[in-house]
């Protein structure tokens, strides 16, 4: 093998090293097992039939998505249908916020600071009531581990399951969990917060300006 072989050889196996690495960046497992990332195509998995799914909805005894709305919704989120966890109903994700101020909690079953904040979300729920909905949203393949861990918790959010992130991608949230998006009534999105709140009045010092209740 001559020089100029050689050297286009090692040229060619550097090019499919880089192609690899750039594969698995953009389409691979991103942070955690079970986790997916923005080259996946589904939002559960397929052991997460709605039979396996009974018991553990059952358990989470989880509150009903919003019904739609007044209006098309935010334009970004048009076209995303996704799974509510608590029944299994397709819930047009834009004409289910539209009308509404909505708190959008995004999460994952093994995020720890995650499931740390729930609790502070379902408690600033219970202080707004119907001034403001939070909606939940889970970020992961496996529907069933957050069942299990929104019931361990206590928390009876109305939670999408959302395996391809397809919210945050809409949103353009930085990806990071857990994140908060505040959308106002008008469909305009009122702040991106990619940061963990400790408690109800946190969430509350940190939304509620954003919503006209400062």
């Not at 880089?18 to 594969?23: D, N």
């Amino acid at each position: 093998m001559n020089t100029s072989t050689r050297w286009t050889v090692v040229v060619m196996v550097v090019v499919v090293a880089l192609g690899v690495a750039l594969w698995t960046q953009l389409g691979g497992d991103e942070s955690a097992p079970g986790s997916t990332g923005p080259g996946t195509s589904r939002d559960r998995r397929d052991a997460d039939t709605a039979e396996a799914l009974a018991g553990p909805r059952a358990r989470a005894d989880l509150a009903s998505c919003p019904a739609p709305g007044t209006g098309a919704g935010p334009e970004a989120l048009r076209g995303i249908v996704l799974e509510c966890a608590g029944d299994g109903a397709s819930i047009d994700v834009a004409k289910a916020v539209a009308g509404r101020n909505v708190v959008l909690n995004l999460w994952a079953h093994w995020c720890a600071p995650c499931t740390e904040e729930l609790p502070a979300m379902a408690e600033y729920q219970r202080r707004v009531g119907d001034e403001v909905t939070v909606l939940t949203v889970h970020q992961d393949e496996n529907e069933t581990a957050a069942l299990l861990r929104l019931a361990e918790l206590g928390v009876h959010l109305p939670t999408l399951q959302d395996g391809r992130r397809r919210i945050a991608a809409a949103l353009k949230v930085p990806n990071v969990m857990p994140a908060t998006v505040v959308l106002r009534s008008d469909g305009s999105v009122a702040a991106i917060l990619p940061r963990s709140f400790a408690n109800a009045d946190e969430i509350a010092a940190a939304v509620d300006p954003h919503l006209g209740n400062s």
